[in-house]
């Protein structure tokens, strides 16, 4: 059974940093692109960054230069860390495994929120 399970979100202030969290379990972890989303109320999901095991990273525009991502694939996890957040940011926060070799399954998590706000 395939779970991603995300953590660290919370309530903190602008300018503030936070560090998200996804481990994954029930997939072959090199062979996925690994990604993290976000969702506003009110507005589409959409993608915040993604990076293969090669580390090939992408990332939105609006987040470039203050997040970054990055993936631990001995302990099948990826790292969202977020640096200089602000009120525009506020999202409920989903980590994805995307499938790219020898298939072409998807995964989601649950979701951790992050709010800013002073």
């Known amino acids: 059974q395939v779970q991603l399970v995300e953590s660290g979100g919370g309530l903190v202030q602008p300018g503030g940093s936070l560090r998200l969290s996804c481990v994954a379990s029930?997939?072959?972890?090199?062979?996925?692109?690994m990604g993290w989303y976000r969702q506003a109320p009110g507005e589409q999901r959409e993608l915040v960054a993604t990076?293969?095991?090669?580390?090939?990273?992408t990332y939105a525009h609006s987040v470039q230069g203050r997040f970054t991502i990055s993936r631990d694939d001995a302990k099948n996890t990826v790292y969202l860390q977020m640096n200089n957040l602000k009120p525009e940011d506020t999202a409920l926060y989903y980590c994805?495994?995307?499938?790219?070799?020898?298939?072409?399954?998807?995964?989601w998590g649950r979701g951790t929120q992050v709010t800013v706000s002073s």
């Open positions: 994805n495994a995307r499938q790219i070799r020898f298939g072409d399954a998807s995964y």
């Open positions: 029930g997939i072959t972890y090199t062979y996925y692109k």
């Open positions: 990076s293969t095991a090669g580390f090939e990273r």
